[in-house]
Every structure is written in structure tokens, then in C-alpha cells.
């Protein structure tokens, strides 16, 4: 008490506080009043903050905590009670009738929606030294992830508006929830690229706290190793986006707007907006106020499950489970051999790729309940069977997908499948541990990621009746990867795929060792017979048809080691680079019309 001299009646609060939750140790080793003072203010600043940015405060952390860790020790199931069944949802085929109609739905949609991305994590799998939303998401045109994120919120949003006409045209609110790892490198990398072309005001920058580490199963809170007037924290996980969006206003200024839509997506999927219209689409037709975006998962891939659970006493509810409680939660309810395969070589139970669409009208609802809090959970690492010491420090922790945990049976919650190579390939393992990963299952790396875009790219064109080449096998960083001819186009080019079946006509062919970028919108491919690199560009009001048989050396893909420090971490982590050898390159920025032949 003696300390405690100095301090603010708000402070002395927080220390009875502290000391009432049964944490004097954290003052035990304080010297006496007059040393250290401005030191003893910090943690008390530190204190204030961790009790402010908790609903309940730390009083109800420490509780919650308390709770959490004596079901942990007594290694009570998560899902005791509960059975797991495999649930039925909308299952998509690309390109087909159904598809197109829900795309068609999707864009009248998404001019009422805003994009929420959560950007908080430090991606320690990947190991990259950067954010990853400044990551390359392919190296053929050097876009990164943010890039290709706002650039694909800017097309939908044009394409909404064209269908809108003069009146009601809407700008497409984005929401970036960051930490304190990657705040400050998320408003660089959006400063220094004048928002990527999106307004300033369309973007709004949400910054996750981290929360107090637990040094025992009493809850006591961990000092800082460095620094004994601090208490050390970690992150909370990806849910504590439901409770920034509540608190910081935004869900009801989107409300207030007329807004229908919230579509939630993570940090490193190329390909997610590929499957974005027709996902909105299914929401709309089928009235979910939740629909999580799945694909096929691999057994043990760590993607979470989608299951249906159905407790003992009636209750059910359609919900991911993460994938380290898939296999004992499965082993626990007659499935001897967990979490494995069934004969279509996939597990029966759809992959969790943490795309989530939801009515904002409900959300709101249910957050004006819940304030955003969502279900934690803690995993702490204990040093022996006794369960009474930990190897290090845990927290708890939230995850976004667990939303539906408090709904009523009555909310409408449904998901969607769609195939891999459409909709997921997200950047997560370093190379070494990519090359590790069992034959059959996807790598999820830099590699992985840029290859799958090629290859939707060149399925997507194939099925418009292009003629493409099948991908050659090649080694990168130790794993074995398709790779298909290198085709990007911007979003603004083609947002859906009638667009793109509307943009190529004639007998057009591509070989597997090609290059072809499209960055304009009005560029129509027509019998065009490509063999090397080809490059277009144009501005909105130039019309520029491009066809006739094009040959050059192109550009190729070089092996590069990943252990080579000379070469840019970004380049490395992928495995090879491109050798810009020759290319035709065009770019029409003048209105008009023009046809490109060679
Ligand atoms: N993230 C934050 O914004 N804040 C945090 O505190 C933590 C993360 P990971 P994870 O689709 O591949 C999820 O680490 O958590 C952001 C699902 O739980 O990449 O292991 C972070 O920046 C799982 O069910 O993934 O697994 C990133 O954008 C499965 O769907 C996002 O949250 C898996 O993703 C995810 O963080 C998947």
C-alpha cells in the first residue's frame, strides 16, 4: 500500500482492483515511493487500458479466465454433449446456370454491403518479416494483397453502380481491423499508395488490443520477462472484430446508410473475390443472416470444419470447429479414427475458409445484446500431466467464425461451398514447413498462393471457351506445384464470369508458357494466339480489341532458393523469380478505339 503514494484516485482503483482479483504479486518486487515513479504511472496507463478494452473489465478477465483454465485442467470437452453431423449447405459449380444467376443477385447486392478484412496478425506460420497484406499476391505484375483487395472492392463497386444508374450510387466501406504488430505498417503501406485509388474517407482502420497473459490456472497475471511494470500481453485472436465494429460505431453508421451486408475475409487469399458475387448471391436468395464460405478440406488440414452439432437435449447449431478439436471431438462421438478422409479422398466434413457474409440488420441485433463479445477459449501448454504449471504464458483467446455461438436456433445460419482452385489459397507456411506438408494436401505458401491464381485464371478462361495448355509440374522451394500460363487481369476487367465470357470471343488459344496481363476495362480478347508475354493496358474510355497471333520469348520463371539472402524476402519465400526476357507491351491512354494486331 505503502506504494502507492504518488498515485490518482483513478489509479488507486485499478490497484485495489488488481489486488482484490488476487494479483499482489505483480507489485511484490516494487521498491518504495520516490523510485521509479513515472515507471509505476506507465503500468498503471498499461492497467487502465487493459481493463477498458475488455467487456466487464479486467475483473471479468480474470473470472472468465479462472473459469476457462479449470475446465482446461479438468480437460472438459468444448462440445460436451454435442454430436457432430455433417450439415448440408448451397454447393457451387463454376460457370454453371445457378452460378451465374447467384453472381447476377450478388452484384445487385453488393452495392449495400461494406468489406471487412482483419488484418491483426503477425502470420508467425509464414515467418515473413513484413504485414502480409503488403506481400506480392502474385509476382507476374508485383500487385500486393491490399492492393488486389481495394481494387476488387472498387470493381464490385462499379459494377453496382453501373447497374444503379445516376441515382443512388454508393462508395463500398472498407474496414481494416489491425494490431499493434501491424498498425503502423498497414497506414504506411495505404499513405505512401494514396489508398490504392480508393478515398481516404472509404477506409476505416480499427485497432485491436492485445490482452493480459496468464501465468497460472489462479489467473494470476504474467509480468513482462523485460520489464517488471509491465504486464505482457498477446493477442486476443480474429473475433475481437465484432466488438470493434459495435464499439467504434460503424455497424450502425452502415445501418444508418441502408447498408445489408457485412463480408468478413482474411489476409492472404488471392483468390477470394473470384467467389465473392455468387457467395452475396446465395446469401440474398437463401436469407442467411450467417453464410460461411467453404470449400473441400483435406483431413487434418488446418482449416477448421464446418459441422452441424446436435446437442443431447435437441439444441443444434451449424458451426466451425477449429481444426485441433475437429479430431478429438470426432474421436469422443463413435468415430475411432477422427478427423480422416471418407472415399471421395477429402474429409465429409466442408473446410472453414473464414469468409463470412452476414445481414447487418440481425448482426446488429445480436451485438446490441452481446456488445460483440464472442466465446473465448484458452490453450495453455502445461508442463506435466498435473496440470498445475505452464511451459509459458497463455491468454485467452476469440476466434470471428464463433459469431454464431449465441444466435438462436431461429437465426438463418447456412454456408456455401465452392471449389478450392475458385475460392481459397491462402499465403501461411514458410517454405520449409510447405515442403514438409503431406502429399495430397495443399501447401498454403507464397509458392502455393501465386500458382492457384494462374491456374483459376487459366480454368476460368478455358471454361470461356479459350484453348489453354495443360500446366507443366515444377519444383519450387520443395514442392511440387502445377504451373499454368501466367494470366492476370485486374478486377476492373471482369467481376464476374458472364463479364468475362462477354470479354472473349473467337478462337483464342494460350500456351502454358505464356504471359498475359489485362489492366483496362474495355479490352476484348478475340481470336488471339498467344505464345510469349503480351501486356495491355488502357484507360476506361479506350475500347481496345486484341487478337492475332502474337510470339516472343515471354517471360520465365527462374528457380531461386529460399535460403538466398541476396534475393528480396518476398521473391525467396516463393521460390523463383521472373525473367522478364521480352514481351509485347501496350498501353492506350487516350479515349477511343483501337485493335491491337501484331
Ligand atoms: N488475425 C487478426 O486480425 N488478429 C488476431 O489476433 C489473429 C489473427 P490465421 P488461423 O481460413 O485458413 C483461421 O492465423 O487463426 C487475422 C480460422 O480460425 O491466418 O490459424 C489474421 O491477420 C480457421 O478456421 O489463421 O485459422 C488473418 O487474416 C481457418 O478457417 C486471420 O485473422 C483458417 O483461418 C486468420 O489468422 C483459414
Redesign the pocket.
Same mark, same amino acid.
Given at each position: 500500500q505503502s506504494n502507492l503514494g504518488l498515485l490518482s484516485s483513478e489509479q488507486i482503483e485499478l490497484a485495489k482492483m488488481l489486488l482484490q482479483m488476487g494479483q499482489s504479486h505483480l507489485f511484490q518486487h516494487w521498491p518504495g515511493p520516490g523510485v521509479d515513479d513515472d515507471e509505476k504511472k506507465g503500468f498503471f496507463d498499461q492497467v487502465a487500458r487493459l481493463n477498458a478494452n475488455y467487456p466487464g473489465g479486467l475483473v471479468s478477465y480474470i473470472k472468465n479466465a479462472r473459469e476457462l483454465l479449470a475446465d482446461s485442467k479438468e480437460g472438459k470437452n468444448p462440445f460436451d454433449g454435442f454430436t457432430p453431423s455433417v450439415p448440408t449447405g448451397e454447393v457451387l459449380t463454376f460457370g454453371d446456370v445457378n452460378f451465374m444467376k447467384f453472381e447476377e443477385t450478388g452484384i445487385q447486392e453488393v452495392g449495400d454491403a461494406a468489406f471487412v478484412?482483419?488484418?491483426?496478425?503477425l502470420?508467425e506460420?509464414l515467418g515473413y518479416n513484413g504485414i502480409?497484406v503488403a506481400l506480392p499476391c502474385e509476382t507476374t505484375t508485383g500487385t500486393c494483397f491490399l492492393l488486389h483487395y481495394i481494387e476488387s472492392i472498387l470493381a464490385l463497386q462499379g459494377a453496382s453502380n453501373r447497374l444503379r444508374g445516376g441515382e443512388n450510387q454508393r462508395e463500398i466501406p472498407f474496414a481494416i481491423?489491425t494490431?499493434d504488430d501491424?498498425h503502423k505498417r498497414t497506414v504506411e503501406l495505404l499513405e505512401s499508395n494514396d489508398y490504392f485509388g480508393m478515398k481516404p474517407t472509404q477506409v476505416k482502420l480499427l485497432k485491436?488490443e492485445k490482452v493480459a497473459c496468464l501465468d497460472d490456472n489462479d489467473a494470476r497475471l504474467a509480468v513482462d520477462p523485460h520489464n517488471k511494470y509491465k504486464i505482457q500481453t498477446k493477442?486476443?485472436?480474429?473475433g475481437?472484430?465484432h466488438s470493434l465494429l459495435y464499439s467504434s460505431g460503424l455497424l450502425n453508421s452502415w445501418l444508418d446508410a441502408g447498408l445489408k451486408w457485412v463480408l468478413f475475409f @482474411?489476409?492472404?487469399n488471392g483468390l477470394l473475390f473470384k467467389a465473392i458475387p455468387a457467395s452475396l448471391g446465395v446469401s440474398s436468395v437463401r436469407k442467411f443472416h450467417v453464410n460461411s464460405l467453404a470449400v473441400p478440406r483435406k483431413a487434418k488440414e488446418?482449416?477448421?470444419g464446418i459441422a452441424k452439432l446436435t446437442h443431447a437435449d435437441g439444441r443444434s447449431m451449424v458451426i466451425?470447429v477449429?481444426?485441433n478439436q475437429l479430431d478429438p471431438l470426432l474421436r469422443a462421438t463413435g468415430h475411432p479414427d477422427g478427423d480422416v478422409n471418407d472415399e471421395t479422398g477429402y474429409s465429409p466434413f466442408p473446410?472453414?475458409?473464414?469468409q463470412l457474409i452476414l445481414e447487418l440488420g440481425p448482426y446488429v441485433e445480436e451485438l446490441k445484446k452481446t456488445r460483440g463479445a464472442i466465446k473465448e477459449f484458452v490453450n495453455p501448454k502445461y508442463k506435466d500431466a498435473s496440470k498445475t504449471a505452464f511451459k509459458s504464458s497463455t491468454r485467452l483467446e476469440c476466434?470471428? @467464425?464463433d459469431y454464431p455461438k449465441t444466435l438462436p436456433p431461429t437465426a438463418r445460419v447456412g454456408f456455401t461451398v465452392m471449389d478450392t482452385w475458385l475460392g481459397?489459397a491462402?499465403v501461411?507456411n514458410n517454405p520449409e514447413d510447405a515442403a514438409k506438408v503431406p502429399k495430397g494436401n495443399p501447401y498454403?505458401s507464397a509458392t502455393s498462393g501465386e500458382m492457384a491464381i494462374y491456374r483459376a485464371n487459366s480454368l476460368i478462361l478455358r471454361k470461356a471457351g479459350v484453348q489453354i495448355d495443360d500446366p507443366v509440374h515444377q519444383v519450387f522451394n520443395g514442392q511440387e506445384v502445377e504451373v499454368w500460363s501466367r494470366i492476370i487481369w485486374k478486377p476492373k476487367w471482369a467481376v464476374t464470369y458472364s463479364e468475362v465470357k462477354s470479354k472473349v470471343t473467337g478462337n483464342c488459344s494460350i500456351s502454358q508458357r505464356s504471359t498475359m496481363v489485362i489492366n483496362g476495362r474495355n479490352i476484348f480478347v478475340e481470336d488471339l494466339s498467344l505464345d510469349g508475354a503480351l501486356v495491355v493496358s488502357s484507360v476506361d474510355d479506350a475500347e481496345v480489341k486484341v487478337g492475332g497471333s502474337i510470339q516472343n520469348e515471354g517471360w520465365v520463371l527462374e528457380n531461386v532458393d529460399c535460403k538466398d539472402s541476396s534475393v528480396p524476402e518476398e521473391i525467396r519465400i516463393r521460390g523463383f523469380r521472373i525473367n522478364k526476357a521480352e514481351q509485347l507491351e501496350k498501353n492506350y491512354s487516350e479515349p477511343g478505339k483501337y485493335e491491337l494486331e501484331p
Amino acid at each position: 500500500q505503502s506504494n502507492l503514494g504518488l498515485l490518482s484516485s483513478e489509479q488507486i482503483e485499478l490497484a485495489k482492483m488488481l489486488l482484490q482479483m488476487g494479483q499482489s504479486h505483480l507489485f511484490q518486487h516494487w521498491p518504495g515511493p520516490g523510485v521509479d515513479d513515472d515507471e509505476k504511472k506507465g503500468f498503471f496507463d498499461q492497467v487502465a487500458r487493459l481493463n477498458a478494452n475488455y467487456p466487464g473489465g479486467l475483473v471479468s478477465y480474470i473470472k472468465n479466465a479462472r473459469e476457462l483454465l479449470a475446465d482446461s485442467k479438468e480437460g472438459k470437452n468444448p462440445f460436451d454433449g454435442f454430436t457432430p453431423s455433417v450439415p448440408t449447405g448451397e454447393v457451387l459449380t463454376f460457370g454453371d446456370v445457378n452460378f451465374m444467376k447467384f453472381e447476377e443477385t450478388g452484384i445487385q447486392e453488393v452495392g449495400d454491403a461494406a468489406f471487412v478484412l482483419v488484418a491483426g496478425g503477425l502470420g508467425e506460420r509464414l515467418g515473413y518479416n513484413g504485414i502480409k497484406v503488403a506481400l506480392p499476391c502474385e509476382t507476374t505484375t508485383g500487385t500486393c494483397f491490399l492492393l488486389h483487395y481495394i481494387e476488387s472492392i472498387l470493381a464490385l463497386q462499379g459494377a453496382s453502380n453501373r447497374l444503379r444508374g445516376g441515382e443512388n450510387q454508393r462508395e463500398i466501406p472498407f474496414a481494416i481491423m489491425t494490431s499493434d504488430d501491424t498498425h503502423k505498417r498497414t497506414v504506411e503501406l495505404l499513405e505512401s499508395n494514396d489508398y490504392f485509388g480508393m478515398k481516404p474517407t472509404q477506409v476505416k482502420l480499427l485497432k485491436q488490443e492485445k490482452v493480459a497473459c496468464l501465468d497460472d490456472n489462479d489467473a494470476r497475471l504474467a509480468v513482462d520477462p523485460h520489464n517488471k511494470y509491465k504486464i505482457q500481453t498477446k493477442p486476443h485472436g480474429h473475433g475481437d472484430v465484432h466488438s470493434l465494429l459495435y464499439s467504434s460505431g460503424l455497424l450502425n453508421s452502415w445501418l444508418d446508410a441502408g447498408l445489408k451486408w457485412v463480408l468478413f475475409f @482474411q489476409d492472404t487469399n488471392g483468390l477470394l473475390f473470384k467467389a465473392i458475387p455468387a457467395s452475396l448471391g446465395v446469401s440474398s436468395v437463401r436469407k442467411f443472416h450467417v453464410n460461411s464460405l467453404a470449400v473441400p478440406r483435406k483431413a487434418k488440414e488446418a482449416i477448421g470444419g464446418i459441422a452441424k452439432l446436435t446437442h443431447a437435449d435437441g439444441r443444434s447449431m451449424v458451426i466451425n470447429v477449429e481444426y485441433n478439436q475437429l479430431d478429438p471431438l470426432l474421436r469422443a462421438t463413435g468415430h475411432p479414427d477422427g478427423d480422416v478422409n471418407d472415399e471421395t479422398g477429402y474429409s465429409p466434413f466442408p473446410g472453414n475458409i473464414n469468409q463470412l457474409i452476414l445481414e447487418l440488420g440481425p448482426y446488429v441485433e445480436e451485438l446490441k445484446k452481446t456488445r460483440g463479445a464472442i466465446k473465448e477459449f484458452v490453450n495453455p501448454k502445461y508442463k506435466d500431466a498435473s496440470k498445475t504449471a505452464f511451459k509459458s504464458s497463455t491468454r485467452l483467446e476469440c476466434m470471428m @467464425q464463433d459469431y454464431p455461438k449465441t444466435l438462436p436456433p431461429t437465426a438463418r445460419v447456412g454456408f456455401t461451398v465452392m471449389d478450392t482452385w475458385l475460392g481459397y489459397a491462402p499465403v501461411k507456411n514458410n517454405p520449409e514447413d510447405a515442403a514438409k506438408v503431406p502429399k495430397g494436401n495443399p501447401y498454403h505458401s507464397a509458392t502455393s498462393g501465386e500458382m492457384a491464381i494462374y491456374r483459376a485464371n487459366s480454368l476460368i478462361l478455358r471454361k470461356a471457351g479459350v484453348q489453354i495448355d495443360d500446366p507443366v509440374h515444377q519444383v519450387f522451394n520443395g514442392q511440387e506445384v502445377e504451373v499454368w500460363s501466367r494470366i492476370i487481369w485486374k478486377p476492373k476487367w471482369a467481376v464476374t464470369y458472364s463479364e468475362v465470357k462477354s470479354k472473349v470471343t473467337g478462337n483464342c488459344s494460350i500456351s502454358q508458357r505464356s504471359t498475359m496481363v489485362i489492366n483496362g476495362r474495355n479490352i476484348f480478347v478475340e481470336d488471339l494466339s498467344l505464345d510469349g508475354a503480351l501486356v495491355v493496358s488502357s484507360v476506361d474510355d479506350a475500347e481496345v480489341k486484341v487478337g492475332g497471333s502474337i510470339q516472343n520469348e515471354g517471360w520465365v520463371l527462374e528457380n531461386v532458393d529460399c535460403k538466398d539472402s541476396s534475393v528480396p524476402e518476398e521473391i525467396r519465400i516463393r521460390g523463383f523469380r521472373i525473367n522478364k526476357a521480352e514481351q509485347l507491351e501496350k498501353n492506350y491512354s487516350e479515349p477511343g478505339k483501337y485493335e491491337l494486331e501484331p
